[in-house]
């Protein structure tokens, strides 16, 4: 069997449990509703960084703060960190963690 892999994701990407119910339902709007979603309602984005932050097991998906920006990728004990994607708002980087995390794809925000 071929396993066709998501330009983005690891090869032994799995999907991602999102504890956030807010979170959970507006995943299943378009990407940029997802961004704008975060940007007018920070607080559920701030969220799901905080879960990131909780998980401890790998492989995983992750969204870290760091001094000017977010990371959001996979890491695993095996391969260490895979597939960053940066971003200079909590919004991008939770609408990308968000994606990533339910094997939905990647954000990238228009116009970058």
Request: aromatic share 12%; hydrophobic share 30%.
């Amino acid at each position: 069997m071929i396993t066709t892999l998501k330009e983005g994701f690891p090869g032994d990407f799995s999907k991602q449990k999102i504890e956030s119910p807010e979170a959970k339902e507006i995943s299943r709007r378009p990407a940029p509703e997802i961004a704008d979603y975060f940007r007018q309602n920070p607080s559920v984005a701030h969220d799901l960084l905080n879960e990131s932050s909780d998980k401890r097991f790998t492989p995983s998906t992750y969204i870290s703060e760091m001094a000017n920006d977010y990371s959001v990728g996979w890491i695993s004990r095996r391969t260490g960190y895979q597939c960053e994607q940066r971003f200079e708002t909590l919004a991008d980087a939770a609408t990308d963690y968000l994606l990533f995390s339910l094997g939905k794809g990647r954000w990238t925000r228009p116009g970058k």
